[in-house]
């Protein structure tokens, strides 16, 4: 059966943005609107389909002739150049489909080894590992998470480097490795220090380069999640797995930093494209209470409805703001800690309550394979717990509150 008939994306120029943020906006709109949301029915067909590979490359094409090509990226790296917010802003729209991200070529976990590599990377590392990338040759994946130890709390991982030579030999355990099974290579977050070795706290660990075909990298299992099977969440054992040092990201020891780094900026996206999802599924709900018949009246005429509507309304405009505000806090260069927490905990739960709301509202369509709403549903409860629990932020939250009270300041909420 056909995905449900889906609403229109209505997008206007923001006055605080500037002329060519909001012609991005616009531009993005349209591909989103005409030619991607017509088409998720085809889109979401088996990955390896021919029909599919082919309309993805056609669409592909049509993106980089509108200079709309991986936002995330410089222009020197064949990206656009548009810099954290004007990212920020059109992720809100991307969201809108989620088969956005591959067709305007930033796909998770690619896109975050990406920057990663700009930042951290050496001549080497860019030109073997992450120009491939770019081109489209190669995919990659981001290794943290073991099975074994919390991924809570990233300082007791216990998957070892230990050098060897000119090379580093890795051991042990990790999952939820996302799209291993696609990947030509794995950043892998290793520990390089015992806790009671000289560096710092922050600095026992060091993101290690591991290209998939080296021996002693060996995929265990993908991982199901939620029910799916054959997905790409791998559990992956290290086993004496060797990279020569060269392959080592950043110096030693800055593992811990390059991590925050990436999940700072990348909770802002998520977020905003938690946001853009949340505005779909407000649309998609909005039309269909408009347009279904329930015991003698329209549903929308139904106060439970318009609660729904309201209570739905308030989540995407609070989520919304709360993110913009925290962007423009990491813009400015300032300590956005809290701020980045607060949304990490606040906009996937908003993402729950709206989605599940419009998943009501359509009944038995609700939870069907024919709208978004499903597969947008899971990913909020999801994002609960990935880059970092709820719990963990608000004891961050507390602390830097506290904190400030106890250096004699109340919180200054309207500080950027
Ligand atoms: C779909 C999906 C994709 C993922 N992709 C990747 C990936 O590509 N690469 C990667 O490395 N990882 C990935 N992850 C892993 C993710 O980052 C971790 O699951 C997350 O960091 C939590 O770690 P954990 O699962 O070990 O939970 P734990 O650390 O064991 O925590 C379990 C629970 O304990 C509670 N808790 C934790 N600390 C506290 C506290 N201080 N006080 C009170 N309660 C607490 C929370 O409720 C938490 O949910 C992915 C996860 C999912 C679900």
């Avoid at 994306?9 to 709109?29: C, F, G, K, W, Y």
């Avoid at 806790?195 to 075909?213: A, C, L, R, S, Y």
């Amino acid at each position: 059966m056909a995905i449900a008939s889906l609403a229109t994306l209505t997008v206007s120029p923001i006055p605080s943005l500037s002329d060519e943020i909001n012609q991005i906006r616009l531009d993005t709109a349209k591909i989103v609107s005409e030619h991607i949301i017509p088409n998720e029915e085809k889109l979401n067909t088996p990955i390896d389909s021919a029909e599919r590979q082919s309309l993805i490359f056609e669409l592909q094409t049509y993106v980089k002739e509108s200079n709309l090509w991986a936002p995330h990226l410089p222009v020197e790296y064949g990206g656009m150049g548009i810099g954290f917010l004007g990212h920020a802003y059109m992720n809100e729209i991307l969201a809108w489909s989620p088969y956005s991200n591959s067709i305007f070529g930033v796909q998770a976990p690619t896109s975050g080894n990406q920057s990663v590599l700009i930042k951290y990377g050496s001549e080497y590392q860019k030109k073997t590992f992450l120009e491939p990338t770019i081109r489209g040759e190669q995919s990659s994946c981001f290794s943290m998470t073991e099975p074994d130890n919390p991924g809570s709390d990233p300082r007791s991982l216990q998957t070892t480097a230990v050098k060897d030579g000119d090379e580093w030999v890795i051991n042990g355990r990790k999952w939820f490795t996302s799209n291993a099974v696609r990947a030509s290579w794995a950043l892998v977050m290793c520990r390089t220090e015992e806790d009671d070795g000289e560096g710092g706290v922050n600095e026992k660990m060091t993101q290690i380069i591991v290209p998939t075909d080296t021996p002693g990298f060996i995929i265990e299992r993908s991982v199901p999640v939620w029910g799916h099977t054959g997905g790409s969440h791998c559990e992956i054992t290290y086993k004496d797995c060797r990279v020569p040092l060269k392959n080592q990201l950043g110096r030693e020891g800055s593992g811990h930093a390059a991590a925050q780094d990436r999940l700072g900026a990348g909770r802002v996206y998520h977020c905003m494209n938690c946001v853009g999802q949340m505005e779909r599924a407000f649309d998609l709900m909005v039309k269909r209470a408009a347009e279904r018949k329930v015991h003698g009246g329209m549903l929308e005429d139904k106060q439970f409805t318009q609660g729904a509507v309201a209570d739905s309304y308030m989540d995407i405009q609070a989520s919304r703001l709360m993110t913009i505000h925290c962007a423009e806090i990491i813009d400015s260069g300032a300590d956005a800690r809290t701020e980045i927490s607060a949304i990490k905990i606040f906009v996937p739960n908003a993402m729950h309550r709206v989605v599940d709301r419009a998943i009501q509202i359509h009944g038995a369509l609700g939870v069907s394979g024919d709208t978004p709403l499903a597969g947008m549903y899971l990913s909020a409860r999801t994002l609960r717990i990935a880059d970092g629990p709820d719990e963990v932020h608000k004891i961050l939250i507390a602390k830097n509150v506290f904190k400030r009270h106890h250096d004699g300041m109340s919180w200054d909420f309207g500080t950027l």
